[in-house]
């Protein structure tokens, strides 16, 4: 801190808005959910009292995932790094405050779920 010149009472500098990725995660890299990029995430019952209890880049997640949202489109809206994306969504879901949308990566045994999505895509127009 330094001083005011004319009061002599000391004047608070400004904190850096930069904040480095592995302070938000605790120095974590991964979540206890396998993300990929497509993941989708919503919100099944927004709380306005757990949006106050939350870190500032968590709470801006669950304010934007009130509608369904890709990780990607999170990562890129909000300007986070897509890694830090996937382990604050993944503490989100461990709280029960987003859920995570399965992908068809969640079916990749199950082939009657392939087999339709194969299906599907031969259905659409070329």
Known sequence: M???PG???PVKKPRSR???PYTLTGGRTRGRHQLLVETLI???RYDPALSDK??????ALYERARSQVSLAELSSMLSIPLGVVRVLVS????QGAVFIHP???AYHHDRNVLERILNGLKQLPV
């Open 2 to 4: 330094s001083e005011d």
């Open 7 to 9: 009061r002599g009472q």
């Open 18 to 20: 930069r904040i480095r």
């Open 42 to 44: 919503s919100v099944p």
């Open 54 to 59: 939350l870190m500032p880049e968590s709470r």
């Open 91 to 94: 503490d989100l879901a461990a």
């Open 103 to 105: 992908t068809a990566h």
